[in-house]
Structure formats: C-alpha cells, structure tokens
C-alpha cells in the first residue's frame, strides 16, 4: 500500500513511473545472473514479445511443451507461426529431451528447421535444463524459457526464469506472488531488454511527434500494478516456503494412502511448490477425490489437459509419448493456497483419506 500510495501522490498513474523501475530493478537483483528485466502486462505478452524478439514469423514452426497452459502456445499463433507439440518425460513432468530432438530432426527432414522451443517449469518443477538447451545449442535454436510457474524454483543453483535465451514470468493473480495481472520478458542482453520496452508501448519512433515504423503493442505494466509488484518482492521467499510446507504435509499426511504418488525433485532441483499436484492410480480414483471434495465445496482441479488435445490445436505437429494424457487423466491439483490453514490442509485431507 505504501508504494500504491505514493503512485497515487506523486500522481505517476500511467504505465510508467518510479514503481515500474524499480520493480525491474528488484526482479534482476532477485534474479541475478546479469538479468535485464521488462515489466509488462502479462505473461502471455512477455512470450510474445520473445518470439517476436527470437525472429519467428508467419509459417515458422515453433516446438512447444504439450503439457502446459494455453498462454505457452497462444503466441506462437499471434505471429502466424504453427504451434509443435512435445510430450513430456516422467522425472519432472516437463519437455522430454529425447522426444525433443526426434522433433527437431523430422522437422528438419520435412524442411521446417524449428525457430524457438518453448519450455515449460511445469507447477514450478524445473525442466532438465542442461539436456535441453546442449540440443538447442547443437542445433542452433534459441530457448524460451517459460517460468510463469517458476519464481522462487532454481535448478542446480541457478534460479528459474535466467536459464533460457529469453525467460518469461507471470505475476497474475494465481501465482506465487501476483500483481493482480502482469508479467516480466528477462534477457542477459540490455539491447534486447530495451527492444522489448519499445515494443511494448506501440514502438514509438523518437521523433517529436507520433512515428511508428514497426508495429508495437500496448504491453507496458501499470505504475499502480508495479508498485503491488515491489511489495510482493519483500514476501516471495515466504511464499516459496509456505508453498513447500503445503506439499510436505500433504505427503506427509497421505504417504499411507494406496494409489496416491506425488512428483519428487530431480536431483540438482528446487521446486516453489506453486501447486501440490498428487498422481493417482486410476481416472476413475482422481474423479471420486476431486467430486468427494467438491461435495464439502473444496475445489481442486485436474492436471493442464495437454495442447496436442485441445480442440484448437488437433491439427498441430506433434510428438506424442502418452505421458502427458496418463498424466491429465490421473493427474489432481489440491487446494496450494500460500494463506491455507493447517486446519484448511488437515479438512482435504481427511475427505481424502475418508
């Protein structure tokens, strides 16, 4: 409230201003790594920005994560470019290295060498980093980091949103820190940070009066919005921390139930915990679970049903393992709330058990 008000008093309400710098600044201290940071309006528009940045275009093919929101493979779609959906590997939940580069390779063989892959820290698990960007770097694609789960994650001591060419963050309102809506573009490349900020606010030449030679967008986060941003920076560490104590108890409390597994951390991975996932042994156990506690008014929801399923992307290159459909039909997010109570937790809990 204290960064809000004074917004309000200095009269910055606009998108730009003092919270907006500032909010950049705390994300490249958080974020290390001689990160660049943009503010913007949303996540979905930081991956835009990306692969408008990485030079994609219309009839580019794009590899995305199929096991992943829509905002992952909506963009790629803005830009004219087709959407090529990769199964996932059962370690983490995340972009299969090896069914990756089976993709690149026919892609290639088809003559539609990839121009970007989007990878996905699914539910804040780090993907495996280090298989995927050597086969990005063999064959020369850049890798789009999506970590709009990931703030707070860090994968053998790097922290998640620095390892791709350009990484992307959310801050909407389900998050583990929020704005209320918003988003962040992260480069190593201050050049490139500043190109995004130009497109960001409708690429405005610097001329004395209004002259567009490419065409920009209206991308830019709000001075209000980035002053929420500041204040929510100050509590992320306790955030992470009350997200991992959810999905501890929650492991611990339903270790003894038969047909209940949860998502352990590759070696080398921290994961924020944005959401405690549990895999069960059957569709018809994750349907009982979630309708038992939609009955006491508790809502939990399945596993992101994979993009290669979604109605809008049937036609769309893919590669397909079956992973990720098992994981969408066995698959439940509990109630992951950072304020929940031990006696919230202790109430999903017992609707499990009993």
Not at 14 to 41: M, T, Y
Not at 226 to 238: C, F, S, T
Request: net charge neutral; charged share 25%.
């Amino acid at each position: 409230m204290d960064f809000i008000r004074q917004a309000f008093s200095e009269n910055w309400v606009a998108p730009l201003g003092p919270n907006v710098n500032g909010f950049e600044k705390d994300l490249e201290s958080f974020l290390g790594n001689n990160s660049s940071v943009a503010a913007l309006s949303s996540g979905t528009a930081a991956l835009h920005l990306s692969l408008i940045l990485a030079g994609v275009q219309a009839g580019d093919e794009v590899i995305c994560q199929s096991m992943t929101f829509s905002a992952s493979a909506n963009p790629i779609v803005y830009q004219g470019a087709t959407p090529v959906f990769v199964d996932s590997e059962n370690h983490s939940w995340n972009l299969s290295p090896e069914l990756l580069e089976t993709a690149i390779r026919d892609r290639i063989s088809k003559g539609k060498k990839p121009k970007a892959v989007i990878a996905v820290h699914l539910y804040g698990m780090p993907f495996h980093y280090n298989a995927i960007k050597k086969i990005c770097t063999d064959y020369e694609i850049l890798l789009i980091e999506d970590a709009a789960e990931a703030l707070g994650s860090t994968y053998h001591g790097r922290k998640c949103g620095t390892l791709g060419d350009f990484s992307i963050l959310s801050f909407n309102g389900n998050k583990i820190i929020t704005t209320s809506g918003g988003g962040a573009l992260r480069t190593s490349d201050q050049k490139l940070k500043d190109k995004a900020v130009f497109l960001a606010t409708q690429a405005r030449d610097n001329e004395v009066h209004y002259q567009h030679s490419e065409i920009g967008y209206n991308y830019r986060m709000s001075n209000i919005v980035a002053g929420i941003g500041r204040g929510q920076m100050k509590v992320l560490n306790d955030r992470v921390e009350a997200r991992r104590k959810n999905f501890e108890y929650y492991r611990e409390q339903l270790s003894d139930v038969d047909g209940i597994e949860f998502l352990d951390e590759p070696e080398g991975c921290l994961s924020n915990r944005w959401l405690s996932c549990i895999l069960t042994k059957s569709y018809e156990m994750r349907e009982k679970i979630r309708l038992k506690l939609l009955s006491s008014n508790i809502e939990s929801r399945p596993l992101w049903k994979p993009m290669h399923l979604q109605p809008v992307f049937e036609k769309a290159p893919q590669y397909i393992s079956g992973m990720t459909e098992d994981l969408f039909n066995r698959g439940l997010c509990l109630p992951s709330g950072s304020n929940l109570s031990r006696q919230n937790l202790d109430s999903v809990i017992e609707k499990i058990k009993f």
